[in-house]
C-alpha cells in the first residue's frame, strides 16, 4: 500500500523536526499534495494514524491541503497559456491546443507545516 509507505515517511520527518526543535509531542503535520500526486487522502488518513500510533505523532492532526494541477503551453509555437489540467487530466492547452510542456504544479508530496507542543 503506496499510503502506508508516505504516512511512514511524513511520521519520520515530523519526528525529526520535533527532536530537533527538542518538543516532545507533535500536534499537528500539514502536508501539501499535488492533485496528480496519485495519494489518496482518506487512505493516508488512515495509514497515518496507524503508523503514528506509540510516536511523539500519536493522536496528531494531519491536515492535507491539495495542490490544483497546473500546466505551461510553452516551447516552440507554444503560446504561453498557463491552464488547470483538471480530473481527469487534460494536458492540452485550451487556447491552441497544443500539448503542455510542462507540469508546473500537482505532483507536490511536501510536509509544510509541523506543529510541536511542548519542550524538553
Ligand atoms: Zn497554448
Redesign the pocket.
Known amino acids: 500500500m503506496h499510503e502506508l509507505s508516505i504516512a511512514a515517511a511524513v511520521v519520520e520527518s515530523a519526528e525529526a523536526v520535533a527532536r530537533e526543535l527538542g518538543a516532545d509531542c507533535v500536534e499537528g503535520v500539514t502536508l501539501r499534495i499535488g492533485e496528480l500526486a496519485g495519494v489518496v487522502a482518506d487512505a493516508l488518513r488512515f495509514s497515518f494514524g496507524l503508523v503514528a500510533e506509540g510516536t511523539p505523532l500519536h493522536g496528531a492532526e494531519l491536515v492535507i491541503e491539495e495542490v490544483p494541477a497546473r500546466a505551461l503551453?510553452g516551447g516552440t509555437g507554444?503560446?504561453?497559456?498557463e491552464f488547470a489540467v483538471g480530473s481527469p487530466p487534460g494536458l492540452w492547452?485550451p487556447?491552441?491546443?497544443?500539448p503542455a510542456v510542462e507540469l508546473l504544479a500537482g505532483r507536490e508530496l511536501e510536509l509544510a507545516e509541523v506543529r510541536v507542543a511542548g519542550s524538553a
Request: positive net charge; aromatic residues 0%; contains cysteine.
Open positions: 503551453c507554444g503560446c504561453g497559456t492547452c487556447r491552441c491546443a497544443r
